[in-house]
């Protein structure tokens, strides 16, 4: 009897540490852009598909807390410590800010890690008129003409400049960068030949190729997409340079107990395991970034590391 | 396909009894959701998008469309009765829309607004369906320097929302401006004026400035009144809360004036409603008679920019539907909301999606009619509003104020933003400085900055450029035009003084 019961006793704890923190309320989700941005679409398509694989017992409402590159978004968080019914949604972003930006104190490393979900791959793309049949043809004219092209994108931390600094070191050429906060600005103005060049997601360009607007360079990619056999990566280009991705995934405030932590990586685990989520992967062309809060840690300070001699290498000052 | 057979395509898809009951949802919410200061088109539809999953596309997408533009009815309500905009597009409806309301004339206002906004919405939706592909080509021609250009007259029209002193409106002007470069460089993601605060990164918005300097400054400086304060006149009648036809006949040239502005300022992606609004306020003054009333009342005055603001955003879809570009966060969450339903918005997408594109182009005529049969009837109980005493009113407009601010942040940083403002809105009008051109260099200031310099790194630092593109040196050169009117009537008048003295 004693035994049965010693038994029953270590089965339970053996099954309790991943069941014994369940939301009760609704979940809040931080993202740092506003409604209609990348990673506040993101978390919402996550709800979605959350709520239709019934994975979670309550709600999870998005909350946007804009502005500074993520700083805001991140010292929420912070400011949350303990809180047992908050998330967040990360990009790369959040780990670049803290680095040009004084005021952005909490970096991701003060956070939970948690998981990360999406590796967005990209294409590099110009105007289906431009004279520039492959990524070469690209290069060799900005060497031509120094400073004379034009590439269109996001801030200078974004990664659309990492991979122009990237290509710009490997081969010596040089071109301007112009910067749009709003994705359909970047798209506007290669479409009306104001730019020659930009990075792109491949569900931002599949329209506009396939409607014969766009022409497809390079992807940013270490294996070929699967909407894009026939289009080089960059090393199959002939450049030798990484292939960053954008990055996306999940935090949680600091200072949670360690099963909420475990309650949080079932959760996303069981999300990048469900048939929902691959068919989002799939439609949006992204890559399934999974990994888990051990591992996220790590690329953490990969990336910042990388991404900081990027950034110096740029002339951009770093303050951290 | 020709507009005939698929408008009357369309028809056959918005007049599906469930379909016109999604379109009166959408539009009532848009409507609630504008009369709410703060509580914006885009976080309605974002928090409806899950809801829609559920839904047919067609129905999803014409309430949803119904609650963008459906909010720009509602938003000039709180701008004409309490000085408290509702939107952000509804600051310049406050300049004349407040001082009818003060004259006792609230119920012609709002009335014109909801009249104006069904004109220039229904003239937005014929320009969706007629020009749209050409238009969205031309959008294209627009970069940069043609922004730049078109900001530079955005500003010029600090001289025509000038009062009494140019030089008060051109100061005012700049601290708008230096607000707007407050919070986080948009290129390099530096900090500028945060004075090491977190919560100026994200920089100071719009609403928390416009609701304190016109509300809060108007409540403040009211109380100070030493006697009584009597309860604004509303007059009794049905008949006398609704425009007249003096009314209607003054404003012909806004309606036409607001609907084409609102329209072309709306197709580009980077301009927006705000700036729509303000410039076809500017234009109407511009070629007014009696351009002197601007900002005591005049009823032009309100039903120019809620027509700009509603035709814009039939502009808005122009580029989203026919090539894919969201120019704004409610219409980037359209485009989301088309891809989770399984369409592909791009250049083909109307092609592709005749019945869900026509659907639509026919469920905002419809919606603009149940709009205006939904809020004309609205205009004389919200007049009752004013009936309230002073001891209820202002303390209900500093709750109203707080609340519409606190919903958009919620924040407790931006209510003490908040009382600043409201304090500086008091502090300029004891020292008689014009609030609007605060506003007008805080709306324009961002996307100014933007266009300079996105502009410089193309011509790589020469100025040039900005004069060089045909398009561009217009507007630059129409601007200087409007600068110079002040110097010309100051002219005129010397030279009537001299004549004067000469007979």
């Given at each position: 009897m004693r035994i049965v019961v010693m038994a029953l006793a270590v089965a339970m704890a053996g099954a309790a540490p991943a069941h014994a923190f369940k939301p009760t309320r609704t979940v809040e989700?931080?993202?740092?852009?506003?409604?209609?941005?990348?990673?506040?679409?993101?978390?919402?398509?996550?709800?979605?598909?959350?709520?239709?694989?019934?994975?979670?017992?309550?709600?999870?409402?998005?909350?946007?807390?804009?502005?500074?590159?993520?700083?805001?978004?991140?010292?929420?968080?912070?400011?949350?410590?303990?809180?047992?019914?908050?998330?967040g949604f990360f990009t790369g972003v959040w780990l670049t800010s803290p680095l040009t930006s004084a005021e952005a104190k909490v970096t991701l490393r003060d956070l939970t890690p948690v998981a990360r979900l999406v590796l967005e791959p990209a294409l590099i793309a110009v105007k289906a008129d431009a004279p520039y049949k492959t990524l070469?043809?690209?290069?060799?004219?900005?060497?031509?003409?120094?400073?004379?092209?034009?590439?269109?994108?996001?801030?200078?931390?974004?990664?659309?400049?990492?991979?122009?600094?990237?290509?710009?070191?490997?081969?010596?050429?040089?071109?301007?960068?112009?910067?749009?906060?709003?994705?359909?600005?970047?798209?506007?103005?290669?479409l009306g030949g104001h730019v020659n060049m930009m990075v792109l997601e491949p569900a931002e360009a599949g329209e506009h190729i396939r409607a014969g607007n766009m022409r497809v360079l390079a992807q940013v990619s270490d294996q070929r997409l699967a909407g894009f056999r026939e289009v080089p990566t960059l090393k199959e280009a002939g450049f030798d340079v990484p292939a960053v991705p954008q990055v996306r995934g999940v935090v949680a405030p600091p200072g949670i107990p360690a099963e909420n932590v475990a309650y949080w990586e079932d959760l996303f685990g069981r999300l990048a395991r469900s048939a929902s989520w691959r068919k989002f992967l799939a439609d949006n062309q992204f890559e399934d970034g999974y990994q888990d809060a051990a591992e996220l840690a790590k690329f953490y300070d990969e990336f910042t590391a990388r991404m900081r001699a990027i950034l110096q290498e740029a002339g951009i000052k770093t303050v951290r | 396909m020709d507009i005939a057979s698929g408008l009357l395509q369309g028809f056959a898809v918005a007049l599906q009894p469930t379909n016109v009951l999604w379109c009166f949802v959408g539009v009532f919410l848009g409507t609630i959701v504008g009369i709410m200061p703060g509580l914006g088109p885009p976080a309605t539809i974002a928090m409806l998008l899950p809801l829609t999953a559920l839904m047919n596309p067609?129905?999803?997408?014409?309430?949803?469309?119904?609650?963008?533009?459906?909010?720009?009815?509602?938003?000039?309500?709180?701008?004409?009765?309490?000085?408290?905009?509702?939107?952000?597009?509804?600051?310049?409806?406050?300049?004349?829309?407040?001082?009818?309301?003060?004259?006792?004339?609230?119920?012609?206002?709002?009335?014109?607004?909801?009249?104006?906004?069904?004109?220039?919405?229904?003239?937005?939706?014929?320009?969706?369906?007629?020009?749209?592909?050409?238009?969205?080509?031309?959008?294209?021609?627009?970069?940069?320097?043609?922004?730049?250009?078109?900001?530079?007259?955005?500003?010029?029209?600090?001289?025509l929302l000038a009062g009494r002193s140019l030089v008060k409106a051109l100061l005012a002007m700049l601290v708008g401006l230096w607000i707007a470069g407050i919070g986080t460089d948009p290129f390099s993601t530096t900090s500028r004026f945060t004075f090491g605060r977190m919560e100026l990164l994200s920089g100071i918005d719009f609403v928390v400035v416009a609701i304190g300097v016109f509300a809060l400054g108007e409540v403040l400086a009211n109380m100070e009144a030493r006697d009584e304060p009597?309860?604004?006149?509303?007059?009794?009648?049905?008949?006398?809360?609704?425009?007249?036809?003096?009314?209607?006949r003054d404003c012909r040239f806004a309606f036409v004036n607001g609907s084409v502005i609102g329209?072309?300022?709306?197709v580009l992606p980077g301009a927006g409603s705000t700036i729509a609004s303000f410039i076809s306020y500017g234009v109407e003054k511009a070629f007014s008679r009696r351009r002197d009333q601007f900002g005591t009342g005049v009823i032009e005055g309100v039903a120019a920019p809620e027509g700009a603001n509603n035709s814009e955003t039939g502009g808005a879809l122009v580029p989203l539907l026919t090539l894919g570009i969201p120019g704004s966060g409610t219409t980037a969450i359209l485009l989301a909301a088309l891809v989770l339903w399984g369409f592909k918005p791009g250049p083909l997408f109307i092609a592709e999606n005749p019945q869900l594109f026509w659907g639509l182009v026919a469920s905002m005529y419809i919606g603009n009619v149940i709009l205006l049969i939904l809020n004309l009837p609205l205009v004389p109980?919200?007049?009752?509003?004013?009936?309230?005493?002073?001891?209820?009113?202002?303390?209900?407009?500093?709750?109203?104020?707080?609340?519409?601010?606190?919903?958009?942040?919620?924040?407790?940083?931006?209510?003490?933003?908040?009382?600043?403002?409201?304090?500086l809105g008091y502090v300029m009008r004891k020292l008689d400085y014009p609030s609007a051109p605060?506003?007008?260099?805080?709306?324009?200031?961002?996307?100014?900055?933007?266009?300079?310099?996105?502009?410089?790194?193309?011509?790589?630092?020469?100025?040039?450029?900005?004069?060089?593109?045909?398009?561009?040196?217009?507007?630059?050169?129409?601007?200087?035009?409007?600068?110079?009117?002040?110097?010309?009537?100051?002219?005129?008048?010397?030279?009537?003084?001299?004549?004067?003295?000469?007979?």
């Open positions: 989700v931080v993202v740092h852009t506003g409604p209609g941005g990348g990673s506040d679409l993101l978390a919402r398509a996550v709800a979605t598909i959350i709520e239709k694989e019934k994975l979670l017992p309550v709600r999870m409402q998005v909350v946007n807390k804009t502005g500074g590159g993520g700083a805001v978004a991140a010292a929420y968080l912070a400011e949350k410590a303990g809180e047992q019914h908050t998330i070469g043809d690209f290069i060799a004219a900005a060497k031509q003409q120094p400073g004379q092209l034009k590439q269109s994108g996001g801030s200078v931390t974004s990664r659309d400049n990492v991979v122009r600094q990237l290509l710009q070191k490997a081969t010596g050429a040089r071109w301007a960068f112009i910067s749009f906060p709003g994705g359909g600005e970047r798209i506007a103005a290669l | 067609a129905g999803a997408m014409i309430m949803l469309a119904g609650i963008y533009y459906g909010a720009k009815y509602g938003g000039s309500t709180t701008s004409i009765l309490l000085n408290v905009p509702g939107e952000s597009a509804s600051v310049v409806t406050c300049l004349d829309g407040y001082q009818l309301a003060r004259k006792g004339r609230a119920g012609a206002a709002l009335g014109i607004a909801a009249i104006a906004s069904f004109i220039a919405g229904t003239v937005g939706v014929l320009g969706l369906m007629l020009v749209a592909p050409p238009l969205a080509r031309l959008a294209l021609a627009f970069s940069s320097p043609e922004y730049f250009g078109l900001m530079a007259l955005g500003l010029a029209m600090v001289v009597k309860a604004l006149p509303v007059p009794k009648g049905l008949r006398n809360l609704l425009p007249t036809a003096q009314d209607l329209f072309l300022i709306g109980l919200f007049a009752q509003v004013l009936r309230a005493p002073a001891y209820a009113l202002y303390p209900a407009i500093i709750g109203l104020s707080i609340v519409g601010v606190y919903t958009v942040s919620g924040s407790l940083f931006d209510l003490a933003l908040l009382a600043a403002f409201g304090l605060l506003i007008l260099g805080l709306v324009l200031g961002g996307a100014m900055e933007r266009a300079l310099r996105q502009s410089l790194m193309m011509s790589e630092g020469s100025l040039s450029i900005l004069v060089s593109r045909p398009l561009a040196a217009a507007m630059l050169s129409f601007a200087l035009l409007i600068l110079l009117i002040p110097l010309v009537a100051r002219l005129n008048a010397w030279r009537l003084r001299v004549m004067e003295e000469e007979k």
